[in-house]
């Protein structure tokens, strides 16, 4: 594809961006960078959030697994619709009646400092390896469209990126991220149905055509029932996906913080319940065009690539046309940031208010600190990308689910253990308790076979690590000296 245009296009969508920014971060502060004045209006918030949790790893990941795990993703995704109902009606009245600007403030007022602060780091830690690995997915697919033409190596490409990132945001913060997010999402949806427009019309096939395609192929089983000890168990891949999404949305500040836009309770809760149907839709868009992508490769007598991750950029790029590789660019380009944005902002956000106590802190002061922690944020996921890009030999998305497993669980067995019982604990071994569970988790995860006859834990070890948390949390109770419930 011609580099030049390539930096046009890319160009010209970031300089709308940049547009947006300008339009939506006047007359801003510290307010409206963590909270948007509480004015977004929900249906945006809704469809922003699309993007946000879809990314670029979902564009170019879920496409590239259906060869091995067929449609077997959409188990999880109706366990995300449990999920979100959970979120909806528990946590977020929770969140609006405390009326926080960090979700995490909640574990202090419940069990102490310590909690506070346990919480708050394995949020950090969590979206810091999640947002790198997104980045590492787009960065990728710069430098194979635009830089390897150049010889510009790939960390300048990542810096490229994150730079971009900081651009748009470091000023309106969370108000510029809902309406960039929401046009973002637009730029996404309108790429993977074009996508799969155009191999429809390469397959020579009509809708009815492509739909019946899609159906007697080998990539379209959605439900697996009959090995208890496959991965892809509907059990494991159901409850897994209703767990996922509590704590990588309800418990993450970043996707939280979006919700927290929202002018009322109500508001919020429309713009989850909305959410949450039209990602199911838009997933099972993707996994029709990676069942297309497979079975035109085919067709066509084309290798595929070693890793499945790379199939949806060889083709988009190198053989559907230049009009097919400008689609894919302004997708996964518009994917990765719509969540890599607000990943950013969330970090800077979760540390400004949970480890610097902002909200204690005179106004005067707040800009100049809160821009040097968006720096600071951004050079450490520039380092993360370097490293994972060093390490990483599996699908981005299943290297996700895989970290969040070990670094959400925590943050799931405290709440819990806050909203579900009335029991004080020793807030100081807290922190202990938390780095212990994933510690027994992993070796769970990587003995199972052996222990437990071949049986695979797959993402559900993230429902095992919430459960030793909880466990931990019982064993350090302070009996006899309960609380009630913040909630």
């Known amino acids: ?24 971060s006047r007359n801003a502060n510290s307010e409206t960078f963590f909270t948007g004045n509480r ?32 449609f077997s993703y959409m188990q999880m995704v109706f366990g995300f619709l449990l999920g979100y109902a959970v979120i909806a009606l528990v946590l977020m009245p929770l969140y609006y009646k405390l009326n926080l600007v960090s979700i995490y403030t909640y574990l202090e007022q419940r069990f102490g400092v310590v909690s506070y602060k346990t919480g708050a780091f394995f949020f950090l830690l969590s979206r810091t390896i999640g947002a790198s690995f997104r980045l590492f997915l787009v960065a990728g697919v710069m430098q194979l469209a635009l830089f390897d033409a150049w010889d510009i190596p790939f960390w300048a490409t990542v810096l490229i990126t994150i730079s971009l990132i900081w651009i748009y945001t470091f000023q309106g913060g ?33 809708f009815d055509g492509l739909v019946t395609t899609i159906k007697d192929s080998n990539y379209s089983q959605v439900f697996f029932f009959d ?7 509907f059990v494991k891949q159901f409850f897994s996906g209703a767990f996922i999404a509590i704590v990588m949305t309800g418990l993450d500040q970043d996707m939280m ?24 839709f838009a997933n099972l868009l993707f996994l029709g065009l990676g069942a297309l992508l497979y079975i035109y490769a085919a067709k066509e007598g084309i290798e595929l690539p070693a890793k499945a991750d790379d199939l949806y950029p060889m083709l988009a790029l190198n053989n559907f046309g230049t009009f097919a590789g400008v689609v894919f660019l302004l997708g996964i380009t518009a994917a990765a940031y719509s969540s890599a944005d607000s990943a950013l902002t969330a970090l800077t956000t979760s540390f400004c208010v949970d480890f610097l106590d902002f909200e204690k802190r005179e106004e005067t002061g707040k ?32 290297a996700i689910y895989r970290v969040a497993g ?24 807290v922190l202990a308790v938390c780095l212990l569970s994933p510690a027994i988790s992993y070796l769970l995860d990587t003995n199972s076979a052996d222990w437990f006859g071949g049986f695979s834990f797959g993402f559900s070890i993230l429902i095992v690590n919430g459960a030793l948390t909880f466990i931990g949390l019982l064993l350090i109770g302070k009996y006899g000296d309960t609380q009630h419930q913040t909630s």
């Open 39 to 70: 004015q977004s209006p929900w249906y945006l918030v809704a469809f922003g959030m699309i993007g946000a949790s879809l990314s670029g790893v979902t564009f170019v990941s879920v496409p590239g697994m259906v060869a091995v795990n067929e």
């Open 257 to 280: 913080q979006k919700n927290l836009t929202c002018k009322s309770l109500g508001d919020a809760q429309k713009n989850m319940f909305w959410f949450s149907g039209a990602l199911v």
């Open 406 to 429: 070990y670094t959400y669980g925590p943050l799931l067995g405290l709440y819990a253990f806050g909203l579900f019982t009335k029991i004080k604990v020793k807030d100081k071994l």
């Open 174 to 206: 969370i108000k510029t991220i809902v309406w960039t997010d929401t046009l973002q999402t637009l730029f996404m949806l309108l790429s993977v149905c074009l996508g799969i427009y155009m191999i429809k019309d390469a397959l020579n096939l009509d």
């Open 367 to 398: 800009k100049k600190t809160r821009m040097m922690v968006h720096v600071g944020f951004s050079l450490l996921l520039f380092c993360v990308i370097l490293v994972f890009k060093a390490l990483n030999d599996d699908s981005v998305i299943s």
């Open 1 to 24: 594809m011609n580099p030049q245009l390539v930096i046009i296009v890319i160009a010209a969508y970031f300089g709308v961006l940049i547009l947006i920014s300008f339009l939506t």
């Open 227 to 233: 090995d208890w000890n496959d991965k892809r168990h």
